[in-house]
């Protein structure tokens, strides 16, 4: 039976052996920390601190969403990391859609080790994205794609109405984020769900070709775009551990380093 979706953030102290590990975490567009829950969960059992904040405007009603800037949502990913980089040895980022962009501008920004995003957002595939500045004075909300997700009965928690001054901030963050993206020096692991109603390969495409820095992508077979809340949920959470544990063993200099670029593709 699925829950009701819970929007509050999350966060947990570190409890683990040997250096101290933080990851902050993003959720998506109009969703909510309920969508990367699990994850931060996961993340936390492993015995990370882990900082996953509800942006402004998410989680109460998409009329606040529609005053919300993309700078507000990238402030509240930048002060969790700044809390967690008091604390701790090394930081990584991750998020899901929207918060795989944000986790890259914190990559691009700070000094992270290690960046984990699942079906990140790049590039806006919309046709109407070319005209959402002006539209925005016209049309209030457009249906949401939310929910996109193989599992039976799960719910992300998103939005129904995408408020379309907020796609308008979406926008000009993608576009902000593009431009910094060789900024990125530590490795990056990219989970991409094969089947993605929501985003399309061509921020994928994107992405390795602007991140200088080993850029590792794992395809999920059996998951729609919220992956992080479907069948391949227990791959991404386990491999998210073995891509920090490898990571700082590196940096510490008990490990290899990664290569450019990688793929695994699942059966």
Known sequence: ??????????????????????????????????????????????????RLPLLPGHGTTWQDMATRSWEEWHRAV???????AAECDYVFSAGLSMGGTLALRIAATRPVAGTVVVNPGLVL???RAVIVAALKYVVKTTPAIANDILKPDQNEGAY??????????????YKDTAAILPRIHSPVRVYKSTVDNVISEASLNF???????????????????VATLDNDA?????????FIQQTVATLAGHGPSPEKDTAHEQA
């Open 78 to 84: 930048d002060d969790a990391y700044l809390e967690l």
């Open 207 to 225: 992405l390795r070709a602007r991140v200088n820095a080993p850029v590792d992508v794992r395809y999920l077979s059996n998951s729609y775009h």
């Open 1 to 50: 039976m699925n829950m009701l979706p819970d929007f509050s953030p999350f966060l947990s102290s570190w409890n683990g052996t040997g250096p101290r590990v933080g990851v902050v975490m993003s959720h998506g567009f109009t969703g909510s920390p309920h969508s990367v829950r699990p994850w931060a969960e996961h993340l936390a059992a492993a015995g990370y601190a882990v």
């Open 125 to 127: 595939d919309d046709p």
């Open 160 to 173: 129904a109405r995408t408020p379309v001054a907020a796609a308008h901030q979406l926008k000009k963050m």
């Open 234 to 242: 227990p791959e991404i959470f386990a491999g998210t551990v073995d």
